[in-house]
């Protein structure tokens, strides 16, 4: 005992090395890493400015096709319809749905899969970061970015409207479709969690998110050549998730009632349930791919 009190005392340095060397515990239960998110900003930075503008371009554009279409025709319309129109325009620029999905899938390769691939988690997670951290890094940073992009572009579509009378009505419309557009980022994430190749990641995230666009596409396009009840294709609305943001269900947000014509995914837009229900949907749907992506990040064996 005296020879170990001896020794320690003798070797002050040995206990200092370890200290410094082992973890701090403070790291060991850290739930964010501020330098992960950073680097994830950065490294989705340009497609993220790229996508942003021409989607904020296209929603400039919407209040303006509208006013002017509107001046030539003589035609004056309530302000609900009018933010209606704008919508169905913004909505049915097939590209600023088609720029969101592209920027979700690849930014959301970038943070986990990508890395996986290329061999650099093995490093990340050599630091004292546990693999829960990374994956509440990676929630938080696709959670907040896409913030960000429907925040700016709810805020042109108001400032180019120029009519603020139905800022809550236009908030609870644009929430719909960042809710929509989260729910495609944790589905994504679910894949990037699971497969240790961009590939098969790259397979099965654009499959999914573009069989809910084109299921939405087809029926949108077919409703308008049939009468109603008479669209053979009528069931499409009822398999794509992309049905929750259809012209019914924000019609009914600003208390207008779409034309039996060309309505797009009009689901019985006069019951407010059906509303309630597509928020619910759309709240559950990134809950559970969330969860259960970083149940499988942090469980599966990760190639070194």
Not at 230 to 252: H, M, V
């Amino acid at each position: 005992m005296a020879a170990n009190k001896k020794q320690i005392k003798l070797n002050p340095n040995i206990t200092k090395a370890v200290k410094l060397s082992a973890p701090k515990q403070a790291d060991r239960l850290q739930i964010f890493n501020f330098t992960l998110y950073k680097s994830y900003f950065f490294a989705n930075l340009k497609v993220c400015l790229i996508m942003g503008l021409f989607i904020w371009a296209l929603t400039v554009l919407a209040p303006v096709i509208s006013k002017n279409a509107f001046s030539a025709l003589g035609v004056s319309l309530p302000i609900n319809a009018t933010y209606y129109i704008e919508f169905s325009i913004i909505n049915q620029m097939i590209i600023t749905t088609i720029l969101y999905i592209c920027f979700i899938v690849f930014a959301t390769n970038n943070i986990l899969c990508a890395q996986v691939d290329r061999g650099s988690m093995a490093y990340t997670l050599s630091a004292p970061i546990k693999r829960t951290t990374v994956t509440n890094t990676a929630i938080l940073y696709l959670a907040s970015i896409l913030f960000v992009m429907f925040t700016i572009q709810m805020f042109l579509h108001l400032i180019f409207n120029g009519n603020y009378s139905l800022f809550g009505q236009v908030l609870a419309v644009y929430l719909l479709n960042y809710l929509y557009f989260l729910s495609l980022a944790a589905i994504c994430f679910l894949f990037s969690c699971y497969f240790n190749l961009s590939k098969y990641y790259f397979a099965c995230a654009l499959g999914i998110c573009f069989y809910f666009f084109m299921t939405y596409f087809v029926h949108y396009v077919t409703n308008s050549l049939y009468a109603a009840g008479e669209n053979p294709f009528e069931f499409l609305k009822y398999i794509s998730l992309q049905s929750l943001i259809g012209n019914g269900i924000f019609g009914y947000i600003l208390g207008v009632q779409p034309g039996p014509g060309g309505s797009g995914v009009d689901f019985v837009s006069s019951d407010q349930w059906v509303v309630i229900c597509a928020y619910i949907v759309l709240i559950l749907v990134p809950i559970g791919g969330f969860i259960g992506g970083s149940f499988l990040f942090k469980n599966k064996d990760l190639p070194l």
